[in-house]
């Protein structure tokens, strides 16, 4: 398809299981993000991926969380040893990776994470 | 406060009337979006402004970098455009988001 693809689109796991969402980016875009949207706090940044530069892991929650970009294209954002708190939806978007960030952000339907 | 602050939280429009929505940030931004997510859907970006205005059929987006304030217009409103409406400015490799505003266009 054209747009950014997610999987899965629900996940429902137990508390302190380890879960893993993917992110399939458009075709040519470098730049990647991961979000997180919470009920009753709106959308938060997670981590961004531009080309091959190290990724800003400036809004990752806490160190059970993780990603990687593989070949420059699909992300996989790691959640380890889930929490209650981690239920949201992820949204993962893609963009061409203008410099200075003017670019429009392609956002994917999300992953709705619930953990019991 | 929020560094990116919208109003109103809540709008509920007959259709045709015209709307606003505002959002205002409080610290140097390289570009303000506007974004969209209807119930149960996935978010559109709408507007990517760094400077002045865009207008894109109905909806017009404009912004004042010296006063930290942008402004969402819809013109002739319709239900289809009753959906969440999200304020978000891009810092370094981030967007920070607004709270969002949920319009309500009745027919």
């Known amino acids: 398809g054209a747009g950014v693809s997610q999987s899965p689109s629900n996940k429902v796991t137990e508390k302190g299981k380890d879960v893993e969402l993917r992110c399939d980016p458009i075709s040519g875009h470098t730049a990647l993000y991961w979000y997180r949207q919470s009920l009753g706090q709106g959308l938060e940044f997670l981590i961004y991926f531009q080309g091959n530069s190290a990724p800003d892991k400036s809004g990752l929650p806490s160190d059970r969380f993780s990603a990687e970009r593989t070949g420059g294209s699909v992300s996989t954002l790691t959640i380890q040893r889930t929490q209650q708190e981690d239920s949201a939806v992820y949204l993962c978007?893609?963009?061409?990776?203008?410099?200075?960030?003017?670019?429009?952000?392609?956002f994917g339907p999300g992953t709705r994470l619930t953990v019991l | 406060k929020n560094e990116v602050e919208q109003s109103p939280q809540n709008l509920t429009a007959q259709e045709g009337e015209f709307i606003t929505i505002n959002c205002s940030y409080s610290v140097g931004i390289s570009a303000l979006h506007w974004l969209q997510q209807h119930p149960g859907g996935g978010i559109v970006s709408l507007f990517m402004?760094?400077?002045g205005k865009k207008k894109h059929g109905r909806l017009i987006a404009t912004i004042n970098i010296q006063e930290k304030h942008s402004s969402l217009h819809i013109t002739a409103s319709h239900p289809r455009d009753s959906a969440v409406y999200i304020c978000?400015?891009?810092?370094?490799?981030?967007?920070?988001f607004g709270a969002g505003t949920i319009l309500r266009v009745k027919s």
């Open positions: 978000a400015v891009r810092r370094g490799n981030k967007l920070v």
């Open positions: 402004l760094s400077s």
């Open positions: 978007a893609s963009s061409l990776g203008l410099t200075g960030g003017t670019d429009t952000q392609y």
